[in-house]
Structure formats: structure tokens, C-alpha cells
């Protein structure tokens, strides 16, 4: 029986753990698709979005090594960005929300999801 819910927990640790990289996924397309979009177009300004992802890239490669360091670290970074790109107020607020639901929300969730399934 004990192997039983052993099992079942070690599965949805490594639900968890897929989960919130996958969710890393999410900011890291919006990225990319910035890139190649200004590049195609002519704007080779455009190749700055590479030095936003690789972060995001460093990250989701130690989520899978070290899934607690990097949750927090996701949890941490994206409260402090997520409150200083709404505290900056350059956009309007439908801007500002957009941007906070796909580039802040979904670090945020994936540190969480993260941090869950390493504990023992």
C-alpha cells in the first residue's frame, strides 16, 4: 500500500515539475515570436528579445536539474518585475495587464508549481 501512494506522489511531483516548465514555455514564445516578427520586418532592434529569452532559457534548464532553486528564483524575479513594470506605467492599463498575464503570471505560477513538487 505504501508503494502505492509513493508512486502516486513521485508521479504528480513530476506532474507538477512538467507543468511548471512547460508553463515557462508560454513568456519564452511571446519572446521568440517579438524576435522573429521585427526581424522579418526589417527592425533588426528586434534581436534584443534574445537577451530577454536567455534568461528564461538558463532558468527553464536549471528547473529540470534543481526544480526548488529555480522556483524561487521565478517566484521572486517575477513579483520584482511584474511590480516595477506596473509601477514604470509607460503603457496604458489594458497594456499593462496584457503584459502581466503573459510575460509575469506565468513564471510566477511555474515557481510555485515548482517549488510544490520539490518538497519532500
Given amino acids: 500500500m505504501c508503494y502505492t501512494l509513493c508512486t502516486v506522489t513521485k508521479q504528480s511531483k513530476q506532474l507538477l515539475k512538467k507543468i511548471g516548465i512547460g508553463l515557462l514555455l508560454i513568456p519564452l514564445g511571446f519572446l521568440l515570436l517579438f524576435t522573429f516578427g521585427e526581424v522579418f520586418a526589417g527592425d533588426i ?7 530577454q529569452a536567455a534568461p528564461l532559457m538558463l532558468v ?3 528547473a529540470s536539474k534543481k526544480p526548488f ?8 524575479i517575477s513579483i520584482v518585475l511584474a511590480i516595477s ?5 509607460a503603457s496604458g492599463l489594458s497594456i499593462i495587464l496584457l503584459v502581466e498575464a503573459f510575460l509575469f503570471v506565468p513564471p510566477f505560477i511555474s515557481g510555485v508549481l515548482l517549488i510544490l513538487s520539490s518538497k519532500k
Fill in 69 to 76: 532553486i529555480s522556483g524561487v528564483l521565478l517566484v521572486v
Fill in 45 to 51: 532592434s528586434g534581436l534584443s528579445h534574445l537577451i
Fill in 60 to 62: 527553464i534548464f536549471l
Fill in 85 to 89: 513594470y506596473a509601477i514604470d506605467g
